[in-house]
């Protein structure tokens, strides 16, 4: 069975530096995978997501992640990050011959320094 | 953009009681998914449904039914609610199949169960 681990609880970062939050996967096969956001008592949104192929893939707001398979990494980046930006970011990933039953990490909750 | 409502936003319910979270998508989508999210956690999936009339089993269906009547709507009922079935719910619809499926979530039903 998939699984995935954010081992970063909480990030802090001031307004204006650069962002990595990090996400490993467990899956025996070719992963789909994503970078969902949830703000403050709101559902989460997609921020971007990987199929097979280019390995660097661009999202909202700025957003962009990494798939390393040799290091079952799906890093998330930010080259700055805006006060906007403060939330919980969730990676998951996918098998795909299921149909959407994405495996969540447990999060990631991002503050934002002034 | 997609949009998919869920209701009751807040509820409280006692022990044994029947508690039923209704979800609506105004998508078109075949695949709708019930979470739920703890605090400190990922979401888990509850229960899911290919299309009308039919509902699967996800990682953690232990007490808990899901209804799909119609395309647009799908239930999640607890038919003897215990506390540690407190927690927020989510709804999602599903626009792909695969892997490629990308969810669209509620801002989710803040279930007390005393």
């Known amino acids: 069975a998939q699984s995935v681990t954010q081992p970063d609880a909480r990030v802090t970062v001031s307004e204006g530096a650069s962002l990595q939050l990090r996400c490993k996967y467990s899956?025996?096969?070719?992963?789909?995978l994503f970078w969902y956001v949830q703000y403050p008592r709101q559902g989460l949104q997609l921020l971007l997501k990987?199929?097979?192929?280019?390995?660097v893939v661009q999202g909202v707001n700025g957003f962009e992640a990494e798939f390393s398979k040799s290091n079952s990494s799906f890093h998330l980046r930010k080259a700055s990050v805006h006060w906007s930006d403060w939330a919980v970011y969730f990676c998951?990933?996918?098998?795909?011959?299921?149909?959407?039953?994405?495996?969540f990490g447990d999060g990631t909750v991002l503050t934002v320094k002034p | 953009e997609a949009a998919v409502t869920q209701s009751p936003r807040n509820k409280v319910a006692v022990t044994g009681g029947k508690v039923t979270l209704s979800c609506n998508q105004t998508n078109n989508h075949n695949n709708m998914y019930w979470y739920r999210q703890d605090t400190g956690h990922g979401l888990r999936l509850i229960h899911y449904?290919?299309?009308?009339?039919?509902?699967e089993k996800g990682d953690i269906p232990d007490g808990y039914k899901a209804s799909r009547p119609s395309q647009e709507n799908f239930s999640l009922i607890l038919e003897l609610a215990t506390p540690s079935q407190t927690s927020v719910y989510f709804c999602a619809s599903g626009d792909g199949l695969g892997g490629q499926n990308t969810l669209y979530f509620g801002a989710g039903t803040r279930l007390s169960v005393l």
């Open positions: 899956y025996f096969g070719t992963p789909y």
């Open positions: 998951a990933v996918s098998p795909w011959t299921n149909t959407g039953k994405l495996t």
């Open positions: 449904s290919y299309g009308a009339g039919s509902t």
């Open positions: 990987y199929y097979p192929g280019d390995p």
